[in-house]
């Protein structure tokens, strides 16, 4: 197992490519402390199924978005776990409409939980993994972040901006023995694409653009973090490692 006697901390463990993490995380050995906000039912599951692989799980339920929210779920895994190995910035939203009709509202919620929760979370574990000289985080942005997207001028800029983060943050703790990734995905079929009336064209779309012509799945971007969480991924930091079937190439 790559994560054995490992800590990890996962923001939006509830559903889609955090829950994925989540259970991939505690199938290569680690801990799992988990935050969900509005699907109760379903975190409590996965913290059931973490459970039934032998190691400790914590769903915390919380706002990312809000700075204190970020420190009380560090403190309750740092408490039910005694230390952090690993930090997975997952949780994020979207909230789409073209640049001349985005009202401040969708502008400043998107920044606050898609970029701002990434630093409250980190300005919480990062003391953590600089004193204890290790540790890894990992940041989920988006190709969109990369090369922009047609109605989402304030996702694909919380996106870029999470890039940035990721390359400043790996300068200021590689000295410590902390390794700081960002993996980029395209399309993945989580529930929000399962549920969407736009369903077809949404992947329709994808498809076009993708070299490999298959829909990304949740495992696909897991197995990828418990590498990038795991110590085989010791010598690689400040990357932003795209894994979307050549979408975007
Ligand atoms: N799916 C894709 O195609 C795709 C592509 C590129 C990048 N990404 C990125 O991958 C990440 C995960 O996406 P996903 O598709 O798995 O999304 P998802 O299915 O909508 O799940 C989002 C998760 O984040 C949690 N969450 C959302 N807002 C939160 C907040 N303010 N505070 C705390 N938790 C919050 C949700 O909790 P509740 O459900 O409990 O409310 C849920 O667990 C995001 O950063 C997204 O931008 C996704």
Redesign the pocket.
């Known amino acids: 197992m790559l994560l054995e006697n490992k800590n990890a901390l996962v923001?939006?463990?509830?559903?889609?490519?955090?829950?994925a993490i989540s259970l991939e995380l505690a199938r290569e050995g680690a801990n799992i402390c988990f935050?969900?906000?509005?699907?109760?039912a379903?975190?409590r599951d996965y913290e059931q199924q973490i459970r039934a692989m032998g190691r400790k799980a914590l769903a915390v339920?919380?706002?990312?978005?809000v700075f204190k929210?970020a420190e009380r779920v560090v403190q309750a895994a740092l408490k039910e776990f005694g230390s952090l190995h690993v930090l997975v910035n997952?949780?994020?939203?979207?909230w789409d409409g073209v640049s001349w009709k985005m009202t401040e509202e969708q502008w400043d919620r998107v920044l606050e939980?898609?970029l701002k929760?990434y630093f409250n979370f980190t300005r919480h574990v990062a003391p953590v993994l600089k004193d204890q000289k290790y540790g890894k985080i990992i940041n989920?942005?988006?190709?969109?972040g990369m090369r922009g997207k047609f109605g989402q001028t304030n996702?694909s800029a919380s996106?870029a901006g999470i890039i940035g983060f990721t390359k400043a943050l790996a300068k200021e703790l590689g000295a410590f023995g902390v390794n700081v990734n960002a993996v980029?995905?395209?399309?993945?079929?989580?529930?929000?694409?399962k549920e969407s009336d736009a369903r077809e064209k949404i992947i329709d779309l994808a498809m076009g653009e993708s070299a490999l012509k298959r829909v990304?799945q949740?495992e696909d971007?897991a197995y990828l973090v418990a590498f990038l969480a795991s110590d085989r991924a010791r010598h690689i930091t400040g990357e932003v490692i795209k894994m979307d079937g050549g979408q975007y190439i």
């Open positions: 923001t939006g463990g509830s559903q889609g490519i955090g829950a935050t969900y906000r509005k699907h109760e379903e975190a339920p919380c706002d990312i978005a929210d997952n949780a994020g939203m979207n939980v898609n929760g989920i942005t988006s190709i969109n996702y996106k980029a995905p395209g399309l993945i079929e989580t529930a929000m694409l990304g949740p971007l």
